[in-house]
Nanobody, 115 residues
Framework: QVQLVESGGGLVQPGGSLRLSCAAS????????MGWYRQGPGKERDLVAT???????KYSDSVKGRFTISRDNAKNMMYLQMNTLKPDDTAVYYC?????????WGQGTQVTVSS
């Protein structure tokens, strides 16, 4: 049974930083492309960033240059370093495979950017 658990969210002021973590159980983590997603208030869930096992990354235009995705395959962990946060970044953040698999969605971690 695969389980993905997100953590690290919180309340931060505009311009601040947060680092999100995704802990993955099961053997899929080391052989798949993984991604971070987010769902803002009243919005659909969108892809934020992806990273292959070989380290190739892709970012949505809205976070490019501000967010950095990384992963530690040995520890089955993935991270999202978020800098220069904006109020529009307020959302619940999730990790999943890319493309995502429905049964792997976790509870997510809330990020709120507000002064």
């Amino acid at each position: 049974q695969v389980q993905l658990v997100e953590s690290g969210g919180g309340l931060v002021q505009p311009g601040g930083s947060l680092r999100l973590s995704c802990a993955a159980s099961g053997s899929i983590f080391s052989i798949n492309e993984m991604g971070w997603y987010r769902q803002g208030p009243g919005k659909e869930r969108d892809l934020v960033a992806t990273m292959t096992i070989h380290g190739r990354t892709k970012y949505s235009d809205s976070v490019k240059g501000r967010f950095t995705i990384s992963r530690d395959n040995a520890k089955n962990m993935m991270y999202l370093q978020m800098n220069t946060l904006k109020p529009d970044d307020t959302a619940v953040y999730y990790c999943n495979l890319w493309p995502p698999i429905g049964r792997y969605w976790g509870q997510g971690t809330q990020v709120t950017v507000s002064s």
